[in-house]
């Protein structure tokens, strides 16, 4: 029998690609940037290649190249990008949208961004799949249905009804994934698909990516920084830095024994050493059996919250995706007035709603929101972005206002040269960065941190962590800071608040919540915690149904 030879194909071939970016700073000189230089890489069906580095390495440019797209002005000036042994780059515009959702797929980092807020998630999901003929209808809708199931959503008959606003974060990153899925590509690009989710959810999705991968033979580019949860998926992982490819191997040998300087450093990252503060007699901030609900909906999504937070000092409030972390946030910030209860804030009762808070409240209390993506104008510079608070609260102006925005962009690790970039222009985590400078703009006495790091690599994350304990030391500044990273919480929280469908089940100091016996659910989300090991998915998706089998 005479083997196909498109059958000995690799599904994605790149070679010595070339990716350049041209800035235009408003009243400046046009320059040319180089995004990606010389890269080459190939995969096979069924294989996963990860792509792991620093904010701004390139690894989200290539993923996008394997669907002939240059986002932002981002154009491809070298080398060929081969999906199924055709060059891609040489088939026009028809060509690229003839393979564009059919044969390669793509899973963005901000699923937020990514959906129509005006079509239902269903007719999202299928839109790819009756485009390109992928049967009808009810075929896939049905294929929908499956995925929704597999991936962990609640309600998967219903749910893809719901429009994007009307469900959490991490459940819309999940839709998105179903959307990758349902037209069977031969590739699937994912870029960050679980940074939004917590651990627990992010482990289901995690092994039901890997068991569609298996089960279709779809090749995947699955691109991260987080080398505990690449290590769960890949064969094989990339290195990148400053657009270069510094190290490729097998997944156990890069994790294991890295060869390049980089790679040992992304590895061998420090865990924070932050010693744990003693609360103060009186508290800054004070949350009293707060109940609330978003508006037209009857279903509580806090039910008798209750919590306080010293001057100075971090509380980490964690838990699934959906158990209200963030909408306490919002209620905190008077973005969402409670049903019942009160926040005070050093001692005094604050307004339920945003409007009628004063000025001074507004600076004094700051938020860092969770999706950099849609927290920006896209028509405004960093300059102008970090500037705006520097106007509003201080009325700095000219140079003063200048050097300013210039300090707070050297305490994020961001020189000069970003000063006239527009959001477009920046990775997803130096996005985030320029929203936590903006925040220090206002010299707030607290900061909510919703998910502050989970967009940017593990050396960058730990600077800014640093950063955040730095200023905390000199300014006494409080954090509220809400993560589902439970590495990020044993490195700087002080005290910790455990949430479970909108209720606290565990809240005390660090070393008291950290310390067994645990409840149940904390310690499933505990146990949830990727680790940098190969197989580590598979033994604890084990002992998960284990565990479920004996309740």
Known sequence: MIENPAAQLPVLDIRHLRIEATVHPPGGVARNLVIVDDVSLTLQKGRVL?????????????????????????????GEVFLQGRDILQGGAAGLRALRGKQVAYVAQSAAAAFNPAHRILTQVVEASLHHG?????????????????????????????FPHQVSGGQLQRAMTAMALCAQPDLIVFD??????????????????????????VAALYITHDLAVVAQVSDDIMVLRHGKMVELGATEQIIHAPQHDYSRALVSVRSIAHEEKVPTPVPLLEVRQVQAAYPGTSAKVLD??????????????????????????????????PLQGEILFEGRA???????????DLRALQMVYQMADVAMNPRHTVAKIIGRPLEFYFGMQGLEKERRVQELLDQIEMGAGYLDRYPAELSGGQKQRVCIARA?????????????????????????????????KTEAVAYLFITHDLATV???????????????????????????PFD????????????????????????????????
């Open 50 to 78: 990860g792509l792991i580095g620093e904010s701004g390495a390139g690894k989200s440019t290539i993923g996008l190249s394997a669907l002939g797209y240059g986002r932002g002005g981002v154009r491809i000036t070298g």
């Open 134 to 162: 992928m049967g009808n209808r009810a075929q896939a809708q049905e294929r929908a249905l499956a995925l929704f199931e597999k991936l962990g959503l609640p309600d998967p008959e219903n749910f893809g009804q719901r």
């Open 192 to 217: 960050e698909p679980t940074t939004a989710l917590d651990v627990t959810t992010q482990m289901g999705v995690l092994a039901a990516i890997k068991e569609a991968i298996r089960d279709t033979g």
């Open 304 to 337: 008798g919250v209750s919590l306080t937070l010293s001057p100075g000092q971090t509380l980490a409030v964690v838990g699934e995706s959906g158990s209200g972390k963030s909408t306490l946030a919002r209620v905190v910030t008077g973005l969402l007035a």
């Open 350 to 360: 604050l307004s339920p709603g945003l409007p009628q808070r004063s000025k001074e």
């Open 440 to 472: 220090l703009a206002a010299r707030p006495k607290l900061i909510i941190c919703d998910e502050v790091t989970s967009a940017l690599d593990p050396l960058v994350a730990d600077g800014i962590l640093k950063l955040l304990l730095n200023l905390q």
């Open 490 to 516: 044993k490195a700087i929280a002080d005290s910790i608040a455990v949430m479970h469908r909108g209720r606290i089940v565990r809240y005390g100091s660090k070393t008291s919540v950290l310390t067994p």
């Open 520 to 551: 149940d659910y904390t310690d499933l989300l505990l146990a949830s915690m990727p680790q940098m090991q190969t197989g580590w998915l598979e033994s604890a998706m084990a002992r998960r149904k284990m565990a479920s089998a004996h309740d």
